[in-house]
């Protein structure tokens, strides 16, 4: 059923400000999505729920999240802290993860951090959405990784209050007494999903109702640039408010030497958030010239064809933590855009060996798709061509001599090659390889006075900085090929719950149809059938399975809802037409 907006959660809302952004140049798209950001830090003043992370309840919930980490699991030599999420929140818990282990193995300190991902970590690369409506598979996996440990901190992950595989855990937590469940989210609780998840006789809802007197930290972010895209703001503030919290416990704790740890809880959390990372937003537009020239170089690449029809490529070449922003950004626009799985591609130095995820090498087990060594960007060379745009994104220099090679070998083809290095004295050789590169600065007044960067190697202000430019190049070059229209998305795929259901309300804003016209509409676009009554019994769990590796689905059943076309001739318009935008505009 649509839903008035005010029962809309804000992470399925339209943001007014990116409303005409499918008509926006590349210069338009950086401002839009920009001061669309802005609302993540200090939400929108004329709606008081929407309040963003500089709050002074968010900080103080993180504040309480850190002291109880320092009291409840440094103090417990079998203690563990869980991060756990589906999609993008899941991958950022990962990155998290990953990040905390490295600074606590650098100190000599047991690793604390481990991770759960909805589809294991296949889905660090390739969406596994129908494993996010699984809230059995998340309590199961949950208490097999719990087993060993005597107390843990869960944080379940969902920017939308919404993912059954969280809900488990949750409930799960709950239910039993070594766990200390927090969940972080971007909706007020009212807005967590209702929808009752068969075999567990409850909703998210009733689960976030019952988490009340436990940890809840859920700052109102506004509505996403993109419709729904939680990657965007939802990740970034699932980034700064996971690290924001754990560097503030282990600064308490006395395992990071600083001045810092003299500041209450609060203290540190408000500085993090305003001198780390609202500094690194103020800072970002200052790569603004050079991002535009990437949205519009990748725009090409997605829009342009090669002679023999081929479509172009971006792919991002990578080392250290810039490659896991680098991966994960990829990882995202296939469900977001229905953008295949070969056209944005992540490779990062060292492979598996430098991605430490707890399965390790995926290709050996899941083939090429998961292919992500340089050796495997290599082999592309002679097929690299004129539409392919190449990215190197740099953040460690203990590969300079293979990494001055690659960019040279790459400088001969007829590709367009751009750099996105972090400053470092080792990376100045580099930097001068290229036409195009973005160099993305140390803010020296701000932080080399504190000792923690230089005891933790911590580079969060770079990859917030550099999440943001990465995800603009993406969703730029989406909105230059018209995969948005206003600023919904019109190729989102409907693999699971949530995306059918906001694909649901695609259908019914563009079409103007009913609802029961538009799931019908919905049914033959998924089954190719133009009598969608075999399937209507259906449960939407079967819907979703069978729309994996479906095309098009919200174009065609636009078209369908709309026009009243057949499904043979919804297609053959859209091969006519292949900018969605177009062809669905031009028939509105
Ligand atoms: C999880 C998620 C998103 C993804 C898509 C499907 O959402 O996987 O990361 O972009 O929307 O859902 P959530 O549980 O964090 O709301």
């Not at 000599?108 to 294991?120: I, T």
């Not at 799985?341 to 060996?353: E, M, P, S, V």
């Not at 740099?394 to 001599?401: A, H, K, P, R």
């Not at 580099?430 to 701000?446: A, M, S, T």
Request: glycine residues 6%; contains cysteine; aromatic residues 10%.
């Amino acid at each position: 059923m649509a839903t008035t907006p005010s029962l809309t959660p804000f992470t399925e809302r339209s943001n007014d400000i990116t409303k005409n952004i499918d008509i926006a140049n590349a210069e338009q798209i950086f401002d839009l999505i920009h001061t669309a950001n802005n609302e993540t830090f200090h939400g929108n003043s004329d709606d008081p729920i929407c309040n963003g992370i500089l709050n002074k309840i968010c900080i103080e919930q993180c504040a309480l999240v850190a002291e109880t980490i320092v009291k409840n699991i440094f103090t417990n030599p079998n203690g563990k802290i869980v991060l756990s999420g589906c999609g993008t929140s899941g991958r950022i818990g990962f990155m998290v993860t990953r990040a905390f282990n490295k600074i606590l193995n650098n100190l000599s300190l047991p690793k604390y951090y481990e991770y759960l991902l909805a589809g294991d970590d296949r889905s660090l690369f390739i969406s596994q959405e129908a494993k996010e409506d699984e809230w059995n598979v998340g309590s199961s996996e949950l208490a097999s990784l719990a087993k060993s440990y005597s107390r843990v901190i869960y944080f379940g992950i969902t920017c939308g209050l919404s993912a059954p595989y969280v809900a488990g855990q949750l409930d799960y937590c709950l239910h039993n007494d070594k766990f200390i469940p927090v969940l972080l989210g971007f909706n007020p609780v009212e807005l967590a999903r209702k929808h009752t998840l068969h075999g567990l006789g409850k909703c998210f809802y009733d689960i976030a109702v019952e988490m009340k007197n436990s940890h809840i930290i859920n700052p109102v972010l506004g509505a996403e640039p993109i419709t729904g895209s939680s990657r965007m703001k939802g990740g970034t503030a699932t980034k700064i408010i996971l690290e924001t919290i754990f560097i503030a416990a282990h600064l308490k704790a006395g395992h990071i030497p600083s001045n810092l740890s003299t500041k209450t809880y609060p203290e540190i959390v408000q500085y993090f958030f305003e001198n780390i990372y609202y500094k690194a937003y103020q800072q970002y537009p200052v790569y603004k010239n050079q991002t535009i020239s990437l949205i519009q170089s990748c725009g090409d690449s997605l829009i342009k064809k090669t002679p023999n029809k081929e479509d172009g490529h971006i792919y991002y070449v990578a080392n250290g933590t810039f490659g896991v922003l680098g991966l994960i950004d990829a990882s995202e626009c296939p469900p977001t855009f229905g953008t295949d799985y070969n056209t944005i591609r992540g490779f990062l130095y060292n492979a598996y060996d430098a991605l430490c995820n707890i399965e390790g090498d995926l290709e050996a087990k899941f083939g090429d798709l998961y292919a992500i060594s340089w050796n495997r960007f290599e082999l592309l060379f002679s097929s690299l061509n004129q539409c392919d745009t190449v990215i190197l994104l740099i953040s460690e220099s203990d590969n300079l001599e293979y990494t001055k090679r690659v960019i040279n070998e790459v400088k001969k083809l007829p590709c367009t090659m751009f750099g996105i290095i972090k400053e470092m004295s080792g990376n100045k050789p580099l930097i001068d390889l290229f036409d195009n590169c973005i160099e993305i600065l140390n803010p020296k007044n701000l932080l080399s006075s504190s000792e923690i960067l230089n005891v933790t190697g911590i580079d969060f202000y770079e990859e917030i900085i550099l999440k943001w430019i990465l995800n603009t190049i993406t969703t730029g070059a989406h909105i230059l090929q018209g995969k948005i229209l206003e600023n919904y998305m019109i190729d989102v795929q409907p693999t699971n719950f949530k995306l059918y259901n906001r694909l649901l309300e695609i259908v019914m804003r563009f079409s103007g149809a009913s609802v029961e016209k538009c799931t019908n509409a919905i049914i033959s676009a998924i089954y190719q059938d133009d009598d969608p009554t075999p399937y209507l019994s259906n449960d939407v769990t079967i819907h979703v399975s069978r729309a994996i590796g479906a095309k098009k689905v919200v174009a065609i059943a636009i078209l369908i809802a709309s026009r009243n076309l057949t499904v043979s001739i919804a297609n053959k318009y859209l091969e006519d037409n292949p900018v969605i935008r177009n062809a669905i505009s031009s028939y509105k």
